[in-house]
């Protein structure tokens, strides 16, 4: 794995750059998308580059890690809403190629085939991935099978409090959600992962530092061949 420090406007860049990059290379890339504080800056660069004409989403597909069960995509804290109101609203994207798992409805046939589909694309291209405090990505918290596909996951209490800084009150948090498992993760051709803030340091001493376990979800990536992970000074406060 490779490791990447600077604040957060630059890993931001950086990674947008990633992006940017792998479109004009391959202008139907297949892009793994993730919701959450941590890609936002990436996402205000790339509405940025499309605006200026530097990278077109036109012939893209997305497929998104995530999503709440029991919220509807209008709901403002689904990740169907997170990622209209954030990117797809914003650039020149084909909306019928935005894949965001369903957490209400026929969610469970959407979740069943969910990894037939992204193959049916073939593959993911690039995946950005935020990490939990807890060492989750997407939402394959401790214990999740290494060889895990698309699932239902239940929230651990870490992440429930985690997140309820963006609902009303804590009680409103889903405490279940549907996500990629470690596998479909894995599959992806290239990873990037952005991780920012002391709230993630310990996570991140895990990730690059600790033993490969299933109590440390994020560890699985110390075996992918091609994964970078983008930090800020705070989230690498415990490696040096
Ligand atoms: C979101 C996701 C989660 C977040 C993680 C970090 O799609 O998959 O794993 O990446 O919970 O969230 P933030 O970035 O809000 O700290």
Redesign the pocket.
């Known amino acids: 794995m490779k490791v990447i420090v600077g604040d957060n406007e630059k890993i931001s860049k950086l990674i947008a750059e990633e992006f940017i990059a792998q479109i004009n290379k391959k202008p139907n890339s297949v892009l793994g998308l ?5 890609p936002l800056g990436v996402y205000a660069n790339l509405v940025k580059a499309n605006k200026e004409g530097r990278v077109s989403f036109k012939n893209v597909a997305t497929f ?3 999503e709440y069960i029991g919220l509807e995509g209008t709901h403002n804290q689904s ?1 169907r809403y997170f990622m209209n109101d954030n990117l797809f609203d914003h650039i020149d994207i084909d909306k019928s190629k935005t894949h965001v798992l369903k957490g209400v409805g026929d969610y469970i046939a959407y979740m069943n085939q969910y990894d037939d589909e992204i193959a049916s694309f073939g593959g993911i291209d690039l995946q950005i ?4 405090s807890d060492g ?4 394959n918290e401790p214990g999740t099978p290494f060889d895990s596909l698309t699932h239902i996951a239940d929230l651990t209490e870490s ?1 429930i409090k ?1 997140n309820s800084r963006l609902f009303n009150d804590i009680s409103e948090v889903p405490t279940k959600a549907v996500t990629m498992g470690l596998k479909s993760i894995m599959n992806a051709r290239k990873i990037v992962l952005i991780a920012t803030g002391k709230n993630k340091a310990k996570a991140i001493r895990d990730l690059l530092c600790g033993p490969m376990t299933e109590d440390v979800p994020c560890s699985i990536l110390q075996k992918h061949p091609d994964c970078t992970i983008y930090v800020d000074e705070d989230a690498y406060s415990l490696v040096k």
């Open positions: 993730a919701t959450g504080t941590s998104n890690l995530d990740y991935l935020g990490i939990g989750h990505i997407a939402f992440t985690d």
